[in-house]
């Protein structure tokens, strides 16, 4: 090692071994910084985990939703043949499905398995049921032309009944969507305005600490420190206490899913699937725990780094 | 810049041209005003004068704590003009500085308080180990390595902070009345070691009240009266 390489090192082991040192005793103030960083980094897990958590509710529902189209016993193959490939053409149809009225009676009966006198009376008549096309729709916020298409007079003549659109499904849709976005945003603006709290308190500790050790700071700088060895140790301090946080706030959550599965017994608290919460921060538990480190370490040390400047600064008159 | 004038700026360790300080407004609130001094090096110079003269302001323009209102200062051929926020540490770097209240880290021991001075430089641990030893031999402390600075006498103190001043080995040592708070026979043994430091080549530049030290030195004493040089004399003797 070259000597200006070695005294860099030797110098960066110095501050971070002196940063260990002061977070040990500045113990009491690391709390007041450490415990409003917690609170920040677990909102902004949290926030994470329910986004994620929606965004599946709302895709598995999705999925399960289309619109019915009931054809009428008149209608010819041709007909039946031309209307599906007038559909496929429909920028907004994902994918079309035709059930006979065979098909639709063997869907009916399978849906309806428990329900024996309902099966009886199907069963009695000769088959009720419609020949149907399931339309699956790419956006099920943008369903109007498909709406549209439908209602032309020359569609609907071939029609026995309206179309279905999944009526009551489509509201909880519109709920969820709804809530996940609002949520979303209550989100976002938590987080900035707790990071900025977290920002501000740990501004404080540090200048609390810098205030402390003045003298100690002037008598360094008298000796010639240069400012990154005076700044140094309190940048390791705070990044000590972001990682420290991160892993409280990892450990919060998972306390918090222990506890919303056992103690409760609960799989889903509103519309927030527990379940699904719990498997995702279980798969994705090593990058969560990397993000909400990265996080951590980043307003810590970023808050720090500002903190110290305005005291750092030499003399100027 | 002639030629000439560079080579002696060169040649001077110190030079003060016409510097003023004021705080505040006005000729009254000025700590000093159009001082001229130079200083050349191996140079051994007391600074006296009363309280408030401007001694302790003189000093701290030296080390940059200070920025004069108007006027050049030049120490070790770097023009504080020209110097640069950053490079403030590297030019303290080459200044010893001893303090009337020590300035001693209260929560380090002799040893460390000489150490820190070499760990804020970035010096490895062996040569640390090497050098502090040999330092605090020339200020008479060996032995006393592990205490720490509250179990020390002021005048052990001080020779510590000289220690610290002087293991960098600093062409300049400026000392800020050194005995001001210490009794006669300590502040001679502080007065022995700054001699002694000056003979290995280092410029001194002391101030003192001390009028028996100044009288037995027989150095050249550089007199402040109202922000003012009265006098600058070669082996002279205290005369206020």
Same mark, same amino acid.
């Given at each position: 090692m070259s000597g200006r390489w070695k005294t860099r090192w030797v110098t960066m082991i110095r501050v971070i071994h002196t940063g260990i040192v002061n977070f040990i005793r500045n113990a009491s103030l690391a709390v007041a910084a450490m415990a409003v960083m917690v609170v920040t980094l677990t909102i902004v897990l949290f926030s994470v985990i329910t986004n994620a958590t929606f965004n599946n509710t709302i895709a598995q529902i999705t999925n399960k939703i289309d619109i019915s189209v009931f054809l009428k016993d008149s209608d010819t193959n041709a007909q039946t043949k031309q209307l599906l490939g007038q559909l496929k053409k429909?920028?907004?149809?994902k994918s079309l499905q035709y059930l006979s009225k065979e098909q639709a009676l063997h869907q009916y009966q399978q849906q309806n398995a428990g329900n024996e006198q309902l099966l009886t009376a199907i069963n009695e008549?000769?088959?009720?049921?419609p020949a149907t096309i399931l339309i699956k729709p790419?956006?099920?916020?943008?369903i109007q032309d498909i709406k549209d298409f439908l209602n032309k007079p020359d569609v609907a003549k071939?029609?026995?009944d309206a179309p279905s659109y999944s009526g009551d499904r489509k509201e909880a849709i519109d709920k969820i969507t709804h809530a996940t976005n609002v949520l979303r945003e209550i989100g976002i603006i938590t987080v900035v305005v707790f990071a900025v709290i977290c920002a501000l308190i740990i501004f404080n500790t540090i200048q609390m600490a810098i205030f402390n050790r003045r003298d100690e700071i002037q008598i360094q700088r008298l000796l010639g420190a240069s400012t990154s060895f005076i700044r140094g140790p309190f940048v390791v301090e705070t990044i000590i206490y972001g990682i420290l946080s991160a892993i409280i706030s990892v450990l919060i959550i998972n306390a918090a899913f222990l506890a919303s599965s056992t103690?409760?017994?609960?799989?889903?608290?509103g519309l927030l699937d527990i379940n699904y919460a719990s498997t995702y921060f279980g798969n994705h538990f090593w990058e969560l725990l990397a993000m909400q480190l990265v996080l951590g370490i980043v307003l810590g040390a970023v808050s720090s780094a500002i903190a110290t400047r305005r005291y750092l600064k030499f003399k100027t008159k | 810049m002639t030629q000439a004038l560079y080579w002696v700026i060169i040649k001077l360790m110190i030079l003060l041209d016409r510097v003023t300080k004021t705080y505040g407004r006005g000729e009254k609130g000025s700590?000093?005003?159009?001082i001229s001094l130079h200083v050349e090096p191996k140079e051994f110079v007391i600074v006296v004068g009363q309280s408030g003269a401007g001694k302790t302001t003189l000093l701290r323009l030296l080390t940059r704590e200070e920025r004069p209102t108007s006027g050049k200062i030049i120490v070790g051929g770097v023009d504080y003009d020209k110097l640069k926020d950053k490079d403030i540490p590297l030019l303290r770097r080459k200044i010893g500085t001893v303090f009337q209240d020590f +300035?001693?880290? %209260?929560?380090?021991n002799v040893y460390e308080n000489v150490a820190y001075a070499l760990e804020v430089v970035g010096v490895g641990n062996r040569e640390i180990r090497h050098t502090v030893p040999k330092v605090l031999n020339i200020v008479n402390?060996?032995?006393?390595? +592990?205490?720490? %600075?509250?179990?020390?006498s002021g005048g052990e103190q001080q020779r510590v902070a000289i220690a610290r001043a002087i293991v960098r080995q600093p062409r300049i040592l400026v000392a800020d009345e050194?005995?001001?708070?210490?009794?006669p026979k300590h502040a001679w043994d502080v007065i022995k070691v700054l001699e002694k430091i000056n003979r290995y080549g280092t410029t001194v530049l002391l101030t003192t009240h001390n009028v028996e030290i100044v009288n037995k030195l027989k150095r050249r004493v550089v007199t402040i009266k109202d922000g003012k040089i009265a006098s600058d004399k070669a082996n002279a003797g205290y005369k206020i």
């Open positions: 429909l920028p907004n149809v008549t000769s088959n009720p049921l790419v956006d099920l916020n943008h071939l029609q026995s103690a409760l017994q609960a799989s889903s608290l | 700590a000093l005003s159009r +300035k001693l880290l %209260p929560n380090k402390l060996k032995g006393k390595e +592990k205490n720490m %600075p509250l179990e020390l050194p005995t001001g708070n210490l009794d």
